[in-house]
């Protein structure tokens, strides 16, 4: 039958013949428009099954999908054709009768039954009702089926498999649950490394606390071999071994993800490398493998290299390097591999005490003392009261560069330097040998992040109390007896109760999604941003209860900050995965220069790059130029790390290279300086405290009050009873407590004094300069105002 013909029967059937004549025109019709579902009757399709369509045991979070836009029907060149089979719809009619349909609860229920949650269901209403509402015309099978609802010839329940289609639309996550499910599937992980499973390994694990030599027999079995894999958590320590290995004749390469340095002169791969863990290979076989720090398996946003490297790594031996802690989870681990693991345990090599007594006081410091703070506040006025007291101290934090630490770190441990403390955060806790006999924990609070990506202010762990205490009196160093302590009285008997308190059982590994996953994810949901598929792949994911799915925090940070740069999934991903400071605005900024230049296919060279930074650049004046500079030092490694990754449009990697040796120089020099860089900061404030709003003013108070409230903390107990009151009865002044205190000295004093009577005087004669000009040019403007 023609659809002419067909047309044309349709029109001449009486009204209450149409209704009951629908079964044979919509077969009719079928070869031309396809099928028509749920028009035939009630709807059919109510009474399957939708156990495939919910999948799993799993309830996803219905929060994480967002919803895509349907755009209405304009108008179709071909005209309303449900118009012309049947008759105009009514908007007010169907309105009432999509507000009907909306209210059944049976709808409501069939919709949980396929995925459609209240919350979901209502936002994939809101769109069905607007689609319907504004679109010109509309498919003829919809369009029929309310037109006869319209008549009373069908029933509302009859919309479902529209609404139906239509929320896949919107929510395609719905029409292909199941397939994600399998590509989220981490249970089996062992799985991945057909490699590793195709040998039978031999699993060592070296077992004991800091300066135990655990690492050192891990590292002669891996010197020994004809080839061998070193794999660290940190640059400091492949670079250790990088050195180690070539000074004792055993040829290696150097890989880090800033990084490549082929030993070879014809560039040939050496027979041993020592890496970073996160760039290890799983693919080339070694004889030996050495996994150093194996507990930080458990780390929230790192876990996964160690994961990866446990259980894909080709060698016949693997030593493991770490805490007790770990022994259990890996022993299961490696039974699910069908590998055994043989333990050794190592004692400590020298005796570690802790004292009977706080420090109290900085003026009871000590040669050899390392004062350990957990914030850069901390380091900035511990290093500034030392400095004070005629001492001088070197400085080591997590942010400043490799070359700086190192250079820190040789400047403590030479003796014919005056520089004998050190002032660090848990940064030494590895990866630099430092001669160290006294710990002093100047707290004990220590800010995180958990598995969920919280950030929590806790009491220090004890693992992480026995990794850093463990640092003094190491077997190497000049002091063959460590010591330990807190800075406060009140936090020795916490310090004591965490260091002997069971270190708990590493109980889970990370994993983390590939770039082939995330892909698989894509393909079923092309329209989602990636920061949205990461998302909804952690909610689907499955893992045994032996693994986690790290936190992922920091990749989506930096897909939702270029996410409106057009990039293909894959150098996304790849952009994303870069090691980024998101605390650090320049260097967030560069990550987003750097992806919308790869957009326009434009490389970015040295000339560039040196624009981008504003070099040359100068020596930092204050702790401000300082941070400035360190950010900039990111920016340089972040070209290196994405110009291995691509290096057609980061071609300059070498010039950027020495560019970074000679700002790290310059950060060397400012960190030497770090003193007198913080006393030039405190003095601009101080000297500005004057012309602050109120606010501004309250604030800068409330933070050096906060700092005399710290200073008095480090005197003997009593010191604040002792202090004597202003001569009018009242309270002393703040820069009188200051100097009290230790903050400030008298001739300090009497200096701010000078540079702030001088500064004024020079915007006073500013501000007379410049309304002697504002005056001059309003009467070249107006000559006549006399």
Request: with cysteine; net charge neutral; hydrophobic share 40%.
């Amino acid at each position: 039958m023609s659809f002419p013909r067909c047309a044309l029967l349709w029109a001449r059937l009486p009204a209450g013949r149409q209704a009951g004549h629908r079964a044979a025109i919509c077969s009719a019709l079928r070869p031309h428009f396809g099928p028509f579902p749920g028009v035939l009757g009630q709807v059919s399709v109510l009474a399957t099954t939708s156990s495939s369509a919910s999948g799993g045991s799993k309830t996803p979070n219905t929060a994480l999908f967002v919803p895509l836009s349907v755009k209405p029907q304009g108008p179709s060149a071909d005209g309303d054709v449900g118009a012309e089979l049947t008759r105009p719809l009514d908007k007010n009619e169907v309105k009432k009768i999509l507000d009907k349909f909306y209210k059944r609860k049976e709808v409501q229920k069939l919709g949980a039954d396929y995925g459609l949650d209240a919350r979901l269901f209502h936002q994939a209403f809101i769109s069905f009702r607007n689609y319907i509402m504004q679109s010109h015309s509309l498919d003829v099978d919809i369009h029929i089926v309310l037109n006869d609802i319209c008549f009373g010839a069908a029933h509302v329940d009859d919309l479902f498999p529209f609404f139906l289609r239509h929320a896949k639309q919107i929510f395609p996550v719905l029409e292909c649950k199941d397939d994600l499910r399998k590509i989220s599937d981490l249970r089996i992980p062992p799985n991945w490394y057909p490699d590793a499973r195709a040998i039978q390994r031999k699993i060592i694990f070296h077992s004991g606390p800091t300066n135990s030599g655990k690492t050192y027999h891990a590292i002669q079995k891996y010197l020994s071999a004809k080839s061998g894999v070193y794999c660290g958590p940190l640059k400091l320590l492949a670079h250790e071994i990088f050195e180690k290995s070539n000074a004792a004749g055993v040829p290696c390469d150097l890989v880090t993800g800033e990084e490549r340095v082929t030993i070879q002169p014809d560039g040939k791969q050496a027979s041993h490398v020592a890496c970073t863990v996160e760039m290890c290979s799983v693919t080339t076989p070694y004889e030996v493998a050495v996994i150093d720090e194996i507990q930080m398996i458990r780390d929230p946003a790192r876990g996964w290299a160690w994961t990866r490297a446990l259980l894909g790594l080709c060698a016949e031996e693997i030593h493991l390097c770490g805490e007790p802690a770990a022994i259990d989870l890996v022993t299961e681990l490696m039974f699910t591999t069908g590998e055994e693991v043989e333990v050794r345990d190592y004692k400590r090599l020298t005796p570690i005490s802790v004292l009977d007594h706080a420090l109290e006081s900085l003026d009871n410091l000590r040669p050899g003392d390392c004062v350990v703070c957990f914030s850069k506040n901390d380091i900035y006025s511990v290093s500034r009261q030392i400095e004070i007291r005629g001492l001088e101290s070197a400085v080591i934090y997590g942010s400043l560069p490799p070359g700086t630490k190192l250079a820190q770190a040789k400047k403590f441990n030479d003796p014919n330097d005056p520089c004998k403390i050190l002032v660090a955060t848990d940064a030494i806790g590895m990866g630099l040998n430092l001669s160290i006999r006294r710990i002093i924990f100047y707290s004990l609070i220590k800010p995180s992040i958990n598995e969920k990506g919280e950030k929590e202010i806790e009491p220090i762990t004890t693992s992480q109390a026995l990794q850093i205490a463990g640092r003094a009196g190491r077997f190497s160093s000049q002091f063959k007896e460590g010591e330990v302590t807190t800075m406060n009285r009140e936090d020795l008997s916490l310090l004591k109760e965490i260091l002997n308190r069971p270190v708990d059982p590493i109980r889970a590994a990370g994993l983390h999604p590939t770039a082939e996953q995330i892909e698989m994810f894509a393909y079923h949901l092309p329209d989602t941003t990636l920061s949205n598929l990461i998302d909804i792949f952690v909610d689907f994911s499955q893992v045994d209860g032996q693994y986690f799915v790290c936190n992922m925090d920091d990749f989506k940070f930096s897909a939702e900050l270029i996410q409106h740069i057009p990039l293909s999934l894959r150098v996304r991903y790849v952009f994303c995965t870069a090691p980024i400071n998101k605390k650090q605005p320049f260097v967030c900024s560069s990550l987003l220069q750097f992806a919308r230049q790869y957009s326009r296919n434009e490389p970015l060279t040295f000339a560039w790059l040196r624009r981008h930074i504003k070099w040359p650049l100068l020596p930092p004046k204050n702790i401000k130029d300082l941070v400035d500079l360190e950010a900039i030092h990111d920016v340089l490694d972040l070209y290196l790390w994405l110009s291995y990754r691509f290096m057609d449009m980061f071609p300059d990697a070498s010039f950027i290279r020495d560019l970074q040796k000679e700002l790290d120089a310059i950060i060397q020099d400012g960190v030497h300086n770090i003193t007198k860089l913080i006393k030039i900061s405190e003095t601009r404030k101080l000297l500005n405290l004057e012309s602050f709003p109120s606010e501004s003013q309250s604030r800068l108070s409330g933070v050096l009050r906060s700092q005399a409230r710290r200073a008095r903390g480090t005197k003997a107990l009593g010191s604040k009873a002792a202090e004597p009151p202003s001569p009018d009865g009242g309270e002393l002044s703040l820069a009188s407590r200051l100097v009290q205190q230790g903050l400030l000295t008298p001739d300090m004093l009497k200096q701010l004094e000078k540079e702030w009577m001088t500064q004024q005087i020079e915007r006073n004669r500013e501000r007379t300069e410049s309304e002697t000009h504002s005056k001059g040019t309003r009467r070249k403007k107006e000559p006549d105002s006399d």
